[in-house]
């Protein structure tokens, strides 16, 4: 039997997204990093992590820059060794990868992956939106959420628990930086959906 990924998910193709931000509203607030986790199936039909694409978001201009937010994350966002690129181009640099594996996928979308989806979809359409980009890889509302698989699967809804919950390590002091973040979620959602799907083959057996 061949598997695809575009028929496991009614054609959308998982990818993983997490963001760092200078505060909470995705109007006012500067993006600051941004990370995705494209997600592939192996020929047993499995999902696994492939590869990630990243950028350093300079603020946009007028952006509002919370210290609050900034002590929390440890990012000085004018340090000249973030190489920050400006918004359009930051996700340019995201997005063009993501459009190639939905394509190459047999997808017709990507769909987004996150920890509390909302936060993150909210701060990558503002984005979307300010630089006027018409070809937004990502379906504009649908989300698949961690938060709620992680809870399902493991009783737990924080992502460190989560992720130590299913076994795995968790390293604070990489936590809350866009990639690390975003391969420790496409390792959850993987091993949830896997597991998911292996219980679904066990009871076809039977």
């Known amino acids: 039997m061949k598997y695809s990924i575009a028929d496991r998910f009614r054609g959308f193709l998982p990818v993983v997204v997490d ?22 199936m192996d020929e047993e039909g499995m999902l696994r992590p492939g590869a990630t694409h990243h950028a350093h978001v300079e603020p946009f201009p007028g952006a509002n820059l919370e210290q609050s937010a900034l002590d929390f994350t440890g990012i000085d966002p004018y340090h000249p060794f973030r190489m920050a690129l400006q918004e359009r181009d930051a996700l340019g640099q995201v997005f063009s990868p993501i459009r190639k594996a939905v394509k190459h996928s047999g997808c017709t979308r990507a769909v987004m992956v996150a920890h509390n989806p909302i936060f993150d979809m ?44 299913a076994g795995m390590k968790w390293n604070e002091n ?31 057996d039977v």
């Open 122 to 165: 909210g701060f990558v359409n503002a984005a979307v939106e300010r630089c006027g980009i018409k070809r937004n890889p990502f379906h504009p509302f649908s989300s698949f959420d961690t938060v709620t698989l992680g809870g399902l699967a493991y009783g737990q809804t924080v992502l460190a628990r989560i992720a130590e919950a």
């Open 19 to 40: 963001v760092e931000t200078a505060g909470f509203n995705p109007r006012t607030d500067a993006l600051l990093e941004i990370a995705a986790v494209i997600i592939e």
């Open 174 to 204: 990489e936590a809350h930086s866009a990639v690390y973040d975003a391969e420790r979620t496409a390792e959850i959602f993987c091993t949830i959906v896997n597991r998911w799907e292996h219980l679904a083959r066990l009871e076809t």
